[in-house]
């Protein structure tokens, strides 16, 4: 039992590590100091939630999905964090002349606002499927019966423990972040995660491979 459990954790650990859109935004949120219980408990359950999906034998049936609608889940996902971007890079330009992480220039965005694009950012982005329904349901395979709860139990612990790690984390940095230039330069950054991960997938289509 430990052993799946220990399994569980390190794998799905190692499939969030990497700073992506989402990862990105619960950073963003600690240092505005914002909703960021909210904000951690959104993504971790989330991210449990496709977890036990996979576990339960979904990946097996969204597998051929993906191979049949790839292009089209890959390029929208892309198109969607390119208008992302560049929201960052607006925000970016017309950045107040004093911000602080309690007073930040924008105004404090109400809860469903940020529910709505956590929403998007996390479903919306074909590699969450492949990570946690199809991935690390493939894992799970390999266990059986109480094994494979034990499993998804802890590949769901190391998703919320990462979640409260960057988002607590970045919390405790907001005093840092009390200057126009460096919330700038976070937008900055943030729309270039964003870029990046948009020429990544479609890197990943048949339009551009040929």
Not at 67 to 75: N, P, R, S, T
Not at 87 to 97: E, I, S, V
Not at 152 to 157: D, E, F, I, K, V
Request: glycine share 10%; hydrophobic share 55%; charged share 10%.
């Amino acid at each position: 039992m430990l052993s799946a459990f220990i399994s569980g954790f390190f794998i799905s650990l190692s499939l969030i590590l990497a700073i992506g859109p989402q990862n990105s935004f619960v950073i963003r949120q600690g240092l505005l100091n914002q909703h960021v219980l909210a904000v951690v408990l959104f993504c971790g359950i989330s991210d449990a939630l496709l977890i036990c999906l996979g576990v339960l034998g979904l990946g097996t049936i969204m597998a051929p999905i993906f191979e049949d609608y790839a292009d089209w889940l890959f390029g929208i996902s892309a198109l969607w964090l390119g208008v992302y971007g560049l929201g960052r890079l607006r925000a970016a330009y017309q950045a107040a002349d004093s911000i602080t992480a309690d007073s930040t220039g924008e105004p404090v965005t109400n809860l469903r606002s940020i529910f709505s694009l956590l929403a998007v950012l996390t479903f919306a982005n074909p590699h969450v499927y492949l990570d946690t329904v199809v991935l690390l349901g493939a894992v799970s395979i390999g266990y059986i019966g109480l094994e494979k709860l034990v499993f998804a139990s802890g590949a769901s612990l190391a998703s919320l423990s990462f979640f409260a790690s960057i988002g607590f984390g970045a919390k405790r940095l907001s005093p840092l972040m009390r200057s126009a230039r460096a919330w700038r330069m976070l937008d900055i950054v943030t729309a270039l995660i964003m870029f990046v991960f948009a020429v990544t997938l479609l890197a990943q289509t048949s339009w551009v491979t040929g």
